[in-house]
């Protein structure tokens, strides 16, 4: 007979509206309705990928298998504009992987390089975005001036 108004209440701060509401955890700036909705997202356009890179490799006889067709463009990589393409396409798949594995560590959202979380704005556009802003445009300017400044390993 008695109206639990107190236990009603204490299960409805359990459930969370969807907004403002972030998970404290260490780098965990993404909600877990954003971190389905982006899964969906990296899902499908691994899909996308996927099939890209099969269409294209039936271009360069070489056969697709799932399994270690990573391994084949790699060592191809170099030959043509369609082995670029192909390499750039298997790089993002191999970014996806990584957030998706992250994902599901808990530890998504959060730039590789230096730690910090990766603004949401930015992982809606680019669900496998592997850098913050910060890194990314050093990474980018970087690339932009000097290439041998990044990759020569001359200069100290
Ligand atoms: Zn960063």
New binding site residues.
């Given amino acids: 007979m008695l109206a639990p108004q107190s236990s009603l209440s204490k299960s409805e701060r359990m459930t969370r509206s969807g907004h403002a509401e972030i998970s404290r955890s260490r780098g965990g700036i993404v909600t877990n309705a954003e971190t389905k909705h982006l899964e969906v997202a990296l899902q499908a356009k691994r899909q996308e990928i996927a099939s890209k890179i099969c269409g294209r490799v039936g271009d360069l006889g070489i056969g697709c298998g799932e399994g270690d067709i990573l391994d084949r463009i790699q060592s191809m990589a170099d030959r043509d504009e369609t082995a670029a393409m192909l390499s750039r396409l298997s790089s993002t798949l191999v970014d996806i992987d990584r957030s998706l594995r992250a994902m599901s560590e808990g530890s998504y959202g959060v730039?590789t390089?230096?730690g910090?979380p990766i603004a949401i704005k930015r992982l809606q556009v680019i669900p496998w975005a592997a850098?913050?802003v910060?890194?990314q445009e050093r990474f980018e300017s970087a690339n932009e001036c000097t290439r041998s400044k990044f990759y020569g390993g001359e200069a100290a």
């Fill in positions: 730039c390089r230096c910090e850098y913050c910060r890194c």
